[in-house]
C-alpha cells in the first residue's frame, strides 16, 4: 500500500479542517475556549431530566446544528477522497460536531479528542464582540492586537508563541504515530492559523481559513519537517454554488420569458385601451347641446 504523503513513507498527510460556523462567528463574538463536548453533554444530560425528554431526543435536536449545509458539503467532499485512519479533533462543542460529522461520513471509528487543538485562550476577551473589546477591555485588547508574539492576553490568556507551541507539538505527535498515512484534524481559526504559518512562514495564512475550509499539512514523522500543500480550500462549497447555479439556470430563463411575457401583456393591454378609446372618440356622437357651432368646420 502506497503512503498517503507523496513525500515518501515517513510524511503523515494532515488534513486541517476549521469547523462549522457558528452564531458567533457570524457576529464576530471572540469565543471561548473552555466549553468541551463532555460539558454541553452533561448539560443536555441534566436538561432531559428535568424535563422528561429522552436524551437521545434532545442530542438530536441539538445536533441538528450538524445538519448545516457547508458542514455535510465538507464531509460529502472528504468522504470522496482516500480514507483517513483517524479523525482527531478540539474537544470543544463546535469542532466537536464537525469532527463527528467528518468521522461518521468516512466511517472512521478512531475519533479522538485532544485539548492541545482548542482555539487560542482569550483571557479576558471571551465572548465579547471585536468591535466592542477595544472600549471594556482596552488592556486585553492592546496586547491582543499588539503583534508581539510573546505577549500573553490578560485574564490567562495565551500568546501567540504559547499557542503555535501547543499546536504545533500535538500535530508533531500525531504525525509520528500515522507516518504513510492520512488523517484528518479538526481545529478553530487561530489554532490552524498558527499551525499554517508554522508550515510556512512566509504564507499570509491570517484572515484565510474560512470554515469549513481545508488546508492540507505533510509533516515528518522522523525530524517534524512540515511542507504545507493546500491553504484555506473552500472549493468543496464553490463547487456546490456553481452546481446549485447551474440547477438554477432553467427556473431563471423561465422566470425571464414570464416576465416578459407580462410586460408585453401590460403594454398590449394599455396599447389596446389607447387604441379603443381613440376609435370611441372618433366615432361617438355629440350631444347637440354640446355642439358649438363656432368650432364646427362648416
Not at 16 to 41: A, D, K, M, P
Not at 219 to 225: F, Y
Not at 244 to 271: T, Y
Request: proline share 4%; net charge positive.
Amino acid at each position: 500500500m502506497s503512503p498517503a504523503s507523496p513525500h515518501g513513507e515517513h510524511f503523515a498527510e494532515v488534513v486541517v479542517v476549521r469547523h462549522g460556523e457558528t452564531s458567533w462567528n457570524t457576529s464576530r463574538v471572540i469565543q471561548v475556549c473552555f466549553y468541551s463536548l463532555l460539558v454541553h453533554l452533561l448539560h443536555l444530560q441534566s436538561v432531559s431530566k428535568t424535563r422528561n425528554i429522552s436524551p437521545y431526543f434532545v442530542v438530536v435536536l441539538c445536533g441538528s446544528d450538524l445538519s448545516s449545509l457547508k458542514t455535510l458539503k465538507l464531509a460529502r467532499r472528504l468522504c470522496k477522497e482516500a480514507k483517513p485512519v483517524s479523525v482527531y479533533s478540539s474537544d470543544l462543542k463546535r469542532a466537536a460536531e464537525t469532527a463527528q460529522t467528518i468521522a461518521t461520513a468516512c466511517d472512521v471509528s478512531n475519533l479522538v479528542f485532544d485539548q492541545a487543538l482548542r482555539e487560542r485562550h482569550m483571557g479576558d476577551l471571551h465572548g465579547l464582540k471585536f468591535d466592542d473589546a477595544y472600549r471594556i477591555k482596552p488592556e486585553a485588547y492592546k496586547a491582543f492586537s499588539s503583534g508581539d508574539r510573546s505577549e500573553e492576553i490578560p485574564g490567562g490568556g495565551e500568546s501567540l508563541d504559547q499557542l503555535s507551541e501547543r499546536c504545533v507539538s500535538c500535530l508533531n505527535a500525531i504525525a509520528e504515530k500515522h507516518k504513510g498515512e492520512r488523517v484528518i484534524v479538526v481545529s478553530h481559526g487561530a489554532t490552524i492559523e498558527e499551525i499554517c504559518r508554522h508550515a510556512n512562514p512566509t504564507s499570509s495564512a491570517r484572515r484565510r481559513i474560512p470554515n469549513t475550509s481545508i488546508s492540507v499539512i505533510h509533516i515528518s514523522g522522523d525530524n517534524h519537517h512540515w511542507i504545507l500543500e493546500k491553504l484555506g480550500d473552500v472549493a468543496h462549497l464553490m463547487a456546490s454554488c456553481r452546481a446549485h447555479s447551474a440547477a438554477m439556470a432553467p427556473l431563471r430563463k423561465r422566470n425571464r420569458l414570464f416576465a416578459a411575457r407580462q410586460e408585453e401583456k401590460m403594454l398590449f393591454g394599455v396599447h389596446g385601451f389607447m387604441r379603443q378609446y381613440s376609435w370611441r372618440l372618433k366615432h361617438a356622437s355629440v350631444p347637440p347641446l354640446l355642439q358649438c357651432s363656432h368650432l364646427s368646420p362648416h
